[in-house]
């Protein structure tokens, strides 16, 4: 078949056989499946490369069928059956179909996007006579083709004894193991020793022969997790597989098939670990569930979370979700019973919780934004030789840059945007877009009235550590974002810093809140939490919440007396309030009242239409076009259309954008409207200059 001629028509394959048609998902943005031929049938979950239009392209044979959808003389033949892999297993085809009908996308951009990148490039396909496939070379790998089926025994002796709390947690979860299903949410505060519980939990599993799936927001920022793992639950390295985005193609094929083939028992993650056939998988754990990284915000925006409590429920396996500031959505499962909630109180080390207390910065004299009080404890901390985070969500030097004389302010040639000025001694300065990624040189003089006078306001971490270094200049300062951190590897080095204690102070980004366990840390000192506070969406109480609860839950995990300093100009806000308190639960509790009597998540499901063109009344025209179109529909009882309206930065990268917000308190009737809307809407959009897009369960809105 490899040098069957690029025709678009059919002969007789094999003379006198009639052909077989075979549905194929393709990754193009086009609804449905398409119509191929071969001679002989081939499974579902079998890759195959066709050519479509006039590009080859590697497809999944979703189904075999007597005829096809369209005429037989336009149907193709397939190129070539990719023999190098089993069939995708039953399970994995399920999952996949699920999350295409969910969130409503075509089978193809769920089935071929979540292969690892060679399974889906044609030209990475050499085809099994050729040795040299990427599959093949995989196999040659040291170890990988050992199978390990059997349990995974690390160290056989655990290296601490669990604390009571830890113990009546594992003796929870442990019924969950034996009913053999079930979802548990483990809420424990930070440094409750949840990762122990995992552990614990995980070995049972993989001495039972069967795999375990661990799922982390970000595993570049949780190298520790990975160490702990290696050490404690593998013997050799070929037990553990390690998936994530930052992998080269080759690395993430290899992981994958080890994973897939049962010979990894293994496999921790980040999101797009999720959807990895795992033929004996026994146990799903997410780690930080609450976590916005969970959601992929391009192509299938999928929720891993969820999507691994429906693979759980599925195969009829336990899922733990874990976390110190769960979801309210999750939260309200637990509270209903539909989870079964597990507490662990109390930090593992009998260290107290930091003490954290609000700076009230309304009537405070302010110096580059730090209140004297949290300055006077900086210096404290260094005197005493502790480590300090001084936390600020903005990176750069400063949000924007403005002539004194006029007003005029640094703004995106391509976006409704401030232009963020990036200042680092050493390296030329510039405006640059966090929106498009757009870099324009600082300007000498206002571009409207030539005043030389242009000034920095307000402050990002790059403006934060110069600060410091002038203020404490016996102080080693290290700053940690997203700039600093570009380099393959250099996150590494500077956490790898603090950890050796070669750092004092510590400027970061919300990179620095997650899963670390610093053990030098006494005080935290968070900058600018209200404007997390006011962003303009209803889950902003909540993620801050969760945040700062993350971040100073960084704080004096090995020592007492650690604090947390959060300024504010708004210290009776529930959340600050709820905050300072430790108090989960009495914040989820309120947060909660108030989405009920709004009707808002968890009382309801969303989806979010999105609208994108190069002027802005094309798309709020067909946005207003889909809401008369579902008010036309029966199926849009009970569920509410809101306003098309413009998103707040309009403009990114000269295209602008709306939004359509859906709403209904049930989950089947609007996922009923959206199934009868949803094609209609293709119809609407055709021959009008928009591009859109769905969106279930929107997290930013
Ligand atoms: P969490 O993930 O809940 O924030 P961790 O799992 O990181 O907490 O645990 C916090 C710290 O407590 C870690 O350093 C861990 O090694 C330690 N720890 C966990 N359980 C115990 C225990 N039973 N005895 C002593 N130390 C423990
Ligand atoms: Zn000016
Ligand atoms: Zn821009």
């Known amino acids: 078949m490899l040098d069957q001629p690029d025709s678009p028509h059919l002969g007789q394959p094999g003379g006198s056989t009639s052909p077989v048609y075979l549905a194929v998902a393709l990754d193009v943005p086009l609804p449905g499946l398409f119509d191929y031929s071969h001679d002989v ?64 996308r075509p089978l193809g951009e769920v089935l071929l996007p979540v292969l690892p990148p060679p399974l889906r490039k044609p030209a990475a396909y050499t085809g099994a006579r050729a040795a040299g496939g990427p599959v093949c070379r995989a196999d040659r790998r040291p170890g990988a083709g050992a199978l390990r089926a059997g349990p995974g025994n690390g160290s056989a002796v655990d290296p601490v004894m669990l604390t009571a709390g830890q113990q009546a947690a594992l003796d929870q979860l442990q019924t969950l193991l034996s009913a053999g299903r079930g979802v548990a949410l483990l809420h424990g505060v930070t440094g409750s020793g949840k990762t122990e519980l995992y552990l614990r939990l995980a070995r049972q599993v993989l001495d039972q022969g069967r795999q375990v799936l661990i799922l982390v927001p970000e595993i570049n920022l949780t190298p520790q997790l990975e160490q702990v793992v290696r050490a404690r639950l593998c013997s050799a390295a070929g037990d553990l597989a390690v998936l994530h985005s930052r992998l080269s193609d080759g690395d993430r094929l290899r992981a994958w098939l080890r994973a897939s083939r049962g010979q990894a028992s293994l496999l921790l993650g980040t999101r797009l670990a999720l959807m990895t056939p795992l033929p004996r998988l026994g146990l799903i754990v997410v780690d930080e569930e609450h976590d916005a990284s969970y959601k992929q915000q391009d192509g299938l925006r999928y929720s891993a979370r969820d999507l691994a409590v429906w693979r759980g429920h599925d195969l009829g396996i336990p899922v733990v979700l874990g976390s110190a500031t769960p979801s309210l959505e999750t939260w309200r499962r637990a509270q209903r019973g539909d989870y079964r909630l597990v507490s662990l109180p109390e930090r593992a080390q009998a260290q107290p919780l930091p003490d954290i207390l609000l700076v009230d910065t309304r009537r405070a004299q302010l110096e580059q934004g730090f209140t004297p009080q949290l300055l006077q404890a900086l210096e404290a901390r ?87 270094a002038e203020r404490f200049p016996q102080a080693r300062i290290i700053r940690i974002d997203a700039d600093a951190t570009r380099r393959k590897g250099s996150a590494e080095a500077l956490f790898a810093q603090v950890h050796d204690g070669r750092a004092d102070i510590l400027v970061g980004t919300q990179m620095v809140s997650k899963g670390h366990d610093f053990a030098r840390l006494g005080l935290v000192g968070v900058l600018n939490a209200d404007a997390m506070l006011f962003a303009q969406d209803f889950r902003a109480p909540e993620r801050l919440f969760a945040q700062l609860m993350q971040v100073a839950g960084r704080a004096g995990r090995r020592a007492g007396g650690a604090q947390v300093l959060v300024q504010t100009d708004y210290p009776d806000q529930q959340v600050y309030q709820a905050l300072c308190r430790h108090d989960y639960l009495r914040f989820a509790e309120s947060s909660l009242a108030e989405r009920q009597d709004l009707g808002l998540p968890p009382f309801s499901s969303q989806a979010l239409v999105t609208a994108q063109a190069t002027h802005l009344a094309d798309a709020l025209d067909f946005l207003r076009a889909v809401r008369a179109q579902a008010d036309s529909l029966p199926e849009s009882a009970g569920v509410y259309l809101y306003d098309a309206v413009p998103l707040r930065v309009v403009r990114v990268a000269r295209i602008e954008r709306a939004q359509l917000l859906i709403e209904s308190p049930g989950r089947g009737a609007l996922h009923g409207l959206l199934r009868v809307l949803l094609p209609q809407a293709d119809a609407l959009a055709a021959g009008r200059p928009v591009r859109w897009g769905v969106e279930i369960d929107p997290q930013e809105i």
């Open 41 to 104: 049938p081939v499974a579902p979950g079998v890759r195959v490369r066709v050519v479509f239009g006039r590009r080859a392209m590697i497809g999944m044979v979703w189904a075999v069928r007597d005829h096809p959808g369209v005429s037989a003389d336009r149907v193709r033949p397939i190129e070539a059956v990719l023999d190098d892999l089993p069939p995708m297993p039953a399970d994995w085809l399920r999952l996949a179909d699920f999350a295409a009908q969910y969130y409503h």
């Open 382 to 468: 260094l005197e005493q030789g502790e480590q300090s985070l001084v936390f600020l969500n903005r990176r750069g030097y400063a949000p924007v840059l403005r002539c004194s004389s006029c007003g005029w302010v640094s703004q995106c040639r391509r976006c409704t945007a401030h232009t963020v000025l990036h200042r680092v001694a050493g390296r030329r300065a510039v405006l640059q877009c966090h929106h498009c990624g757009d870099a324009q040189p600082v300007p000498r003089a206002c571009p409207d009235c030539g005043d030389q006078d242009l000034q920095p306001m307000g402050r990002g971490t790059q403006r934060v550590e110069e600060f410091l």
